[in-house]
């Protein structure tokens, strides 16, 4: 039986429900004081929708949708949860036109709800990963053409994306201007934890901020040099996971998406991070993840086309 026949996505009481399971574990949370209570209390009547709830500190109502990505869509919600659940299981992505078709919806639903998924997925990045006794590894890659540059050596003309992978733990990606010290280095000293063994390549941004770590060895790939004994026992220098997942951002952009607009290119990386950061959960654990993290990222379509 195909996972999507399960009732939560045939269904959008059902829907709700599994909502309510994955967003209200302890009981349902106020967003608008955000008191936790098994008291608050669900309003019944002919003229309410199911869901609907009263906190009973601030007597707003509420609903497991309010502040959340799914707030005032028109789309029922097990349709939502089917498109999150795709999105999840997809590994290399799977475009709006492709949604548009398996859904139902019209191509400009397919996009805008593509798009409020993606913001679903970024995580906040106020605590570095790493630490001590992890190794981080941290490489750039260069993706597409910006609009209105000649192409030149060194990949000036192309998006640029830098990416930190903690070796068996999550990734974090930002689409930067450029690829030189002045910009790597608040993005390293501020997402990594200083206590991390750093690796990367021989690129020389890469050195004059690696003395602010633990530690810090690069590989030398002009050399063809990819892997190589570490000073640390045991451990072997290379930077290949984070090239195992430029691997999948690359194939997913090109493959799958075909074209990314700069405005929307960091959205994308956000969604490849996800899946990437979760590739050792199953697909509906990823998914309930994602459920999991939909508080606070309402986003509207004048919020989209903004940036």
């Known amino acids: 039986m195909s996972i999507l026949n399960q009732p939560h996505f045939q269904d959008a009481d ?20 955000g008191s936790v209570s098994k008291d608050h209390y669900a309003l019944k009547g002919k003229a309410h929708r199911p869901g609907l709830m009263k906190c009973k500190d601030c007597r707003e109502q509420f609903s497991v949708t309010v502040g959340t990505v799914f707030e005032r869509s028109k789309i029922a919600l097990n ?7 795709l999105l999840c299981s997809s590994k290399k992505g799977m475009s709006s036109h ?12 397919a996009w805008f709800m593509s798009h409020r998924i993606r913001e679903a997925f970024k995580v906040p990045t106020t605590t570095p990963i790493g630490g ?21 050596p060194g990949g000036d003309s192309a ?14 990606s930002f689409h930067v201007a450029n690829v030189d010290h002045k910009t790597l280095k608040p993005i390293l000293m501020a997402q990594i934890d200083k206590a991390s063994h750093l690796m990367t390549d021989g690129a020389s941004h890469y050195k004059k901020v690696g003395p602010h770590f633990a530690m810090h060895e690069s590989t030398n ?8 004994p570490s000073r640390k026992a045991g451990v072997t220098v290379h930077s290949n996971t984070v090239e195992s997942y430029f691997g999948l951002l690359k194939r997913g952009l090109v493959g799958t998406y075909h074209h990314v607009s700069e405005e929307h290119l960091q959205r994308y990386c956000n969604e490849f991070d996800f899946r990437f950061s979760h590739r050792k959960t199953t697909d509906t654990e990823r998914a309930d993840q994602a459920l999991k993290q939909l508080g606070g990222k309402r986003l509207t379509y004048r919020r ?4």
């Open 79 to 85: 349709v939502w949860l089917q498109a999150v659940f």
């Open 304 to 307: 989209i086309n903004a940036h």
């Open 14 to 33: 059902k829907a709700r429900e599994y909502l309510e399971a994955m967003r209200w574990p302890g009981g349902p949370i106020c967003p608008h004081c």
């Open 132 to 152: 001590g006794g992890k190794i981080v590894e941290a490489d750039e890659t260069f993706y597409g053409k910006i609009k209105g540059r000649k192409a030149t």
């Open 221 to 228: 790939h002009y050399k063809k040099q990819y892997a190589k």
């Open 159 to 172: 998006h640029k994306i830098v990416s930190l992978v903690e070796r068996d733990g999550s990734v974090r």
């Open 98 to 109: 492709q949604l548009h078709r398996m859904l139902g919806v019209t191509y400009k639903t």
